[in-house]
């Protein structure tokens, strides 16, 4: 019986390993051990609720005010043990994150193989995202088998050299989410709030982007609603207090944009869903939104995820008031451009991702 360890600490991670998590499972050729690090830990959390999964091992090494390095160490401190107790054939990490980084580096001193789940995104910018550019490039020098959820993807290893036999194309395990979560006959109050209105979502976080670059994201926005009398925006706010003192600083005294408590999995793909268009500075909300139809403007000057882009189904629109601004007031402007971003085809999937990836790690398709 082959040995796999599947190792994931934050909410994004969660989301998109769970569901491989609910397949590995049901093949009886693998044993399949669950170690989260709780680098999140209440939104980790809710997403294993709602997945239902029991981890076999919990770091929970989250602390007040944590840095990358704390969370580097203490994984480091960790990890090496649970290996030598478990002896995976092969750990299974995820994306970009500092967890999956550190993960990966000790079983590469180990000797242990990696599978690496959403293998080959590139931005080739150190500083955007931060820390995440850095993290995805070190975690697929060390891996030994590659899941790139895109052609794209595949095509970044190839160029960078990555065995070409080690390289699956699975699609994306978070198209696979989507299909458990969104249902058509969810409620929520601040839906309610929202109704006989057109909603903006809006996501906005990245370190990167603390500071005067949030001021113009956020000014962008309050400058649509205070133009258009139809817009609400609901603000499911990071539990970053820098993010939420700009945040407050900024909103205040508008009372068409409702800042909330971040969302756990269920109602944020719900509210998506029922939204009429995102603005985001996150990732995988990139993948996400296209699935339901919906426009994604990305405050970013680079992305990971440029088959968005070239689908047409996100558009990358910086960090600038004066360039973030036009953009949505176009999208709630011109009827036309609307229409091509909510009906162009997402690139990132038919929501077999996890069959995929469990067919290749139990033999079926050869390694």
């Given at each position: 019986?082959?040995?796999?360890?599947?190792v994931?600490?934050?909410?994004?991670?969660?989301?998109k390993?769970c569901?491989?998590?609910?397949?590995?499972?049901?093949?009886?050729?693998?044993?399949?051990?669950?170690?989260?690090?709780?680098?999140?830990?209440?939104?980790?959390?809710?997403?294993?609720?709602?997945?239902?999964?029991?981890?076999?091992?919990?770091?929970?090494?989250?602390?007040?005010?944590?840095t990358?390095?704390?969370i580097?160490?203490?994984?480091?401190?960790n990890i090496q043990?649970?290996?030598?107790e478990?002896?995976?054939?092969?750990?299974?990490?995820h994306?970009d994150?500092?967890?999956?980084?550190?993960?990966?580096?000790v079983?590469?001193?180990?000797g242990?193989?990696?599978?690496?789940?959403?293998?080959?995104?590139?931005?080739y910018?150190?500083?955007s995202?931060?820390?995440?550019?850095?993290?995805?490039?070190v975690i697929d020098?060390?891996?030994?088998?590659?899941?790139?959820?895109t052609?794209?993807?595949?095509?970044?290893l190839?160029?960078?050299?990555?065995?070409?036999?080690?390289?699956?194309?699975?699609?994306?395990?978070?198209i696979?989410?989507?299909?458990?979560?969104?249902?058509?006959?969810?409620?929520?109050?601040h839906?309610?709030?929202?109704?006989?209105?057109?909603?903006?979502?809006?996501?906005?976080?990245?370190?990167?982007?603390?500071?005067?670059?949030?001021?113009?994201?956020?000014?962008?926005?309050?400058?649509?609603v205070?133009?258009?009398?139809?817009?609400?925006?609901?603000?499911?706010?990071?539990?970053?207090?820098?993010?939420?003192?700009?945040?407050?600083?900024?909103?205040?005294?508008?009372?068409?944009?409702?800042m909330?408590?971040p969302?756990?999995?269920?109602?944020?793909?719900?509210?998506?869903?029922r939204?009429?268009?995102?603005?985001?500075?996150?990732?995988?909300?990139?993948?996400?939104?296209?699935?339901?139809?919906?426009?994604?403007?990305?405050?970013?000057?680079?992305?990971?995820?440029p088959?968005?882009i070239e689908?047409?189904t996100?558009?990358?629109?910086?960090?600038q008031?004066?360039?973030?601004?036009?953009?949505?007031?176009?999208?709630?402007?011109?009827e036309k451009?609307?229409?091509?971003?909510?009906?162009?085809?997402?690139?990132?999937?038919?929501?077999?991702?996890?069959?995929?990836?469990?067919r290749?790690?139990?033999?079926?398709?050869?390694?």
């Amino acid at each position: 019986m082959k040995n796999i360890l599947i190792v994931f600490g934050t909410r994004p991670e969660a989301i998109k390993m769970c569901p491989l998590v609910k397949e590995l499972k049901k093949d009886k050729s693998i044993q399949t051990v669950v170690c989260v690090t709780g680098q999140h830990r209440e939104m980790l959390d809710q997403v294993l609720h709602i997945f239902h999964i029991e981890p076999d091992y919990d770091m929970n090494i989250m602390i007040q005010n944590q840095t990358l390095s704390n969370i580097t160490m203490r994984i480091f401190e960790n990890i090496q043990k649970i290996i030598e107790e478990e002896k995976p054939d092969i750990v299974l990490v995820h994306g970009d994150t500092t967890t999956a980084f550190a993960v990966s580096l000790v079983c590469f001193y180990a000797g242990i193989r990696v599978g690496h789940v959403e293998a080959g995104l590139r931005t080739y910018n150190l500083a955007s995202p931060y820390p995440e550019e850095f993290n995805r490039q070190v975690i697929d020098l060390v891996s030994d088998i590659y899941f790139a959820p895109t052609e794209h993807a595949r095509e970044n290893l190839v160029k960078e050299g990555k065995p070409t036999e080690r390289i699956y194309v699975t699609g994306n395990t978070v198209i696979d989410a989507l299909k458990t979560t969104v249902r058509s006959d969810y409620e929520n109050e601040h839906l309610k709030w929202a109704q006989d209105s057109r909603l903006i979502l809006l996501t906005a976080h990245r370190r990167e982007n603390l500071g005067d670059l949030m001021r113009n994201m956020f000014g962008a926005l309050k400058r649509v609603v205070q133009e258009f009398p139809d817009i609400k925006v609901i603000y499911p706010v990071h539990k970053n207090p820098l993010v939420r003192e700009i945040a407050d600083e900024v909103f205040a005294g508008t009372d068409r944009i409702k800042m909330i408590e971040p969302l756990n999995m269920v109602d944020f793909h719900n509210f998506m869903a029922r939204s009429y268009l995102v603005l985001t500075d996150s990732g995988g909300i990139q993948e996400e939104a296209p699935s339901l139809g919906k426009p994604v403007l990305v405050m970013r000057n680079t992305t990971e995820r440029p088959e968005g882009i070239e689908a047409g189904t996100i558009k990358l629109v910086g960090t600038q008031e004066d360039r973030i601004y036009p953009e949505i007031k176009k999208l709630l402007s011109d009827e036309k451009v609307y229409e091509e971003m909510s009906r162009a085809v997402n690139p990132y999937g038919d929501g077999k991702a996890s069959e995929r990836i469990v067919r290749i790690l139990s033999g079926k398709e050869k390694i």
